[in-house]
């Protein structure tokens, strides 16, 4: 299946390249209704030793749905009016994850999708389940994207 890299930021906390504090996730579709991407989170992301901060991990679900509303619209921007998070297991810092959102249904101004967060070996770590609502107006940037450095990356 054909894989088509998605842009990044400067700043967002999960996908900016630029934040200092962030993931620097880079994430990629297959240009129908499946965003992954693999990741290592850091040690210093952790709450109880070794395990990943369950916000964190939180963060990248949220993350890997709402692109799923970017496939083939890359400057199609939603927000999470609904989340709800399953955690199957601890999440392990200093690992390599395999997160892959899969969207489930798009009706309007409104979409849903689900994420999966997998462990070494392909066991399922985390789950959620999204609703996703349109950007308010208020918040949509007018004109160009550049200043926020929205492009992909090589």
């Not at 991407?37 to 709450?47: F, N």
């Amino acid at each position: 299946m054909p894989s088509t890299k998605q842009p990044n930021s400067h700043n967002c906390f999960v996908c900016g390249l630029n934040n200092p504090y962030g993931l620097r996730l880079e994430f990629f579709d297959n240009g129908v209704d499946q965003v992954w991407c693999e990741y290592v989170i850091p040690d210093y992301y952790q709450g109880y030793p070794g395990v990943a901060h369950g916000g964190v991990v939180a963060a990248i679900l949220d993350e890997i749905c709402g692109r799923t509303a970017m496939i083939g619209d890359p400057d199609r921007f939603m927000m999470t009016a609904k989340m709800e998070v399953r955690y199957r297991s601890p999440v392990p810092v200093g690992r390599a994850l395999r997160i892959t959102g899969y969207r489930t249904r798009r009706s309007g101004r409104i979409a849903r999708a689900h994420g999966e967060l997998c462990l070494p070996g392909g066991d399922l770590a985390a789950e959620a389940l999204l609703t996703l609502a349109d950007l308010p107006e208020q918040f949509r940037i007018d004109g160009s994207l550049d200043d926020l450095g929205w492009k992909v990356y090589d």
